[in-house]
């Protein structure tokens, strides 16, 4: 849906397109009440955001079931066009070993050394996009 001035409302098909598209998103957690975005790669499996991690804040904030927002984006800065899909809900870590192994084919695997052997999923309670569009 168009809105005003060049700026389209995405629907939740399109930004689950977009999430499956996509690698590398943020994590947006709260840390003794403030606000961290931390950058992961991902997957969108089964309409939901998979990542994995090791000790540290992304974890802390899946053991304790915390609300949590996910971004991903993309963007064109010579046209100034773009989008941009948020998913917020409650993460939470997969411990199921039935899931883990499904998860282990997802193709998401950590960038970094070190361990980073739990999966943290985020089952969107929340989704919503938006496009920069030219106008006519």
Do not use: Q
Not at 51 to 79: M, N, P, Q, W
């Amino acid at each position: 849906m168009l809105i005003d001035d060049g700026l389209e409302l995405l629907d939740d098909a399109e930004c689950a397109r977009l999430l499956s598209e996509g690698e590398v998103g943020r994590v947006g957690i709260t840390v003794s009440g403030l606000p961290v975005i931390l950058p992961v790669n991902y997957v969108f499996v089964d309409g939901a955001v998979i990542f994995r991690t090791g000790e540290g804040t992304k974890l802390h904030a899946a053991s304790e079931r915390a609300v949590i927002a996910f971004e991903v984006d993309g963007y064109d800065t010579r046209r100034h066009l773009g989008w941009s899909v948020l998913a917020i809900g409650r993460a939470e870590t997969v411990d199921d070993p039935d899931d883990r192994v499904h998860l282990e084919h997802s193709g998401v695997a950590p960038w970094t050394a070190g361990p980073r052997d739990v999966y943290v999923r985020l089952s969107p309670e929340m989704l919503t996009g938006r496009r920069i569009v030219r106008l006519p």
